[in-house]
């Protein structure tokens, strides 16, 4: 798949009667019309995976799931791989986590500080995670319209749109992603919300190294694979040079015109391909309840792209 043909934005209609694959965004996003996730078939996940392939995140709306439906197709599209550190599974389905900002008798029923910082998920894993898959419960609101939207970037297209010295510069060269830099990063600008990891839980995330440009699994092209919330240092180079490059590059990610932010529905169940993509969650809602069941799928450890792949 070539980058024009990945960033086409024009209608599509499945080969599968009463389905078609709607784009929402100038670079990334779509909506996946007429698939039930009930009682999916397996055109319905070929479907699916062909669509995050060329769109990055799609949405399938309006569904009235169960935990088992969510569980069932996630395993459709890979084998299922649970978050690390994670205390908030919904009961008798260790699988699916819960985000929310929700308490009860005082005590949260969620995480409530998911996504505060641009990234993709698992980074810090030496397999990260591939598709993520988010269901809405319950959706924040103001003034009558949804709140609390989550952003995705296009790191393929950012990738594409870099200066030509910098693509070069880049191909090759590694990074450190680290989960307890991220907790760092998030206590010093003070979004942290959950208790520090004891010593062994310390021990079961080692700080990995992945490439700094990634091939992407799929289509083959290549991702930057450098994020705000995981990522602490570009190998090889001083502090001070890992520093000005990181913040070029985020800056650089995070321009609107490779964005497409999704506004929330109940019922929407949201998939993404996190090879292709950042997110970020946006916290404009405060105390309004919202309530989101998460899965994720396992990867593959990140392959480097180099210029014949």
């Known amino acids: 798949m070539t980058p024009t043909a990945l960033f086409s934005t024009s209608h599509h209609t499945s080969k599968k009667s009463g389905v078609s694959v709607n784009p929402l965004g100038k670079v990334i996003g779509a909506e996946i019309l007429g698939i039930d996730l009930c ?47 994670n205390r908030f599974t919904l009961p008798n389905h260790p699988e699916i986590t819960i985000v929310s900002n929700i308490r009860e008798n005082g005590e949260p029923i969620g995480i409530e500080d998911a996504g505060m910082m641009w990234h993709t998920d698992a980074s810090f894993n030496r397999c990260p ?23 995705f970037t296009s790191v393929i297209r950012a990738f ?13 060269m590694t990074s450190t992603h680290s989960f307890l830099h991220h907790l760092e990063k998030k206590r010093s600008k003070g979004q942290l919300k ?6 062994e839980q310390q021990s079961q995330v080692p700080d990995v190294q992945h490439p700094v440009v ?26 001070e040079e890992s520093n000005e490059l990181l913040e070029y590059l985020w800056e650089h990610l995070q ?23 950042q997110h970020l969650a946006i916290f404009d809602y405060g105390l309004e ?17 180099v210029e014949s792949s």
């Not at 995670?129 to 952003?151: C, E």
């Not at 309840?289 to 792209?305: D, F, I, N, S, V």
């Open 39 to 85: 009682n999916p078939s397996v055109e319905d996940f070929e479907i699916v995976r062909t669509a995050l392939n060329q769109f990055g995140v799609v949405v399938i709306r309006d569904q009235d799931i169960q935990p088992q439906d969510q569980v069932r197709f996630a395993k459709g599209l890979g084998p299922l791989q649970p978050l690390f550190y």
């Open 129 to 151: 995670d591939m598709y993520s898959l988010l269901y809405s419960i319950q959706v924040p609101h103001k003034d009558g319209m949804p709140i609390g939207d989550t952003a």
């Open 160 to 172: 594409h749109d870099l200066p030509e010295e910098i693509r070069k510069k880049l191909i090759g």
């Open 194 to 199: 959950r208790p520090p990891l004891t010593p």
């Open 214 to 239: 990634r091939r992407h699994p799929n289509t083959g092209l290549p991702c930057l694979f450098v994020s705000e919330g995981h990522t602490s240092k570009i190998d090889g180079l001083t502090n």
């Open 255 to 277: 321009q609107p015109n490779y964005q497409y932010r999704h506004k929330w529905r109940k019922g929407d169940l949201l998939i993404w391909d996190n090879p292709a993509v």
């Open 289 to 305: 309840p919202r309530r989101m069941h998460r899965l994720g799928t396992a990867g593959l450890a990140p392959q480097a792209w």
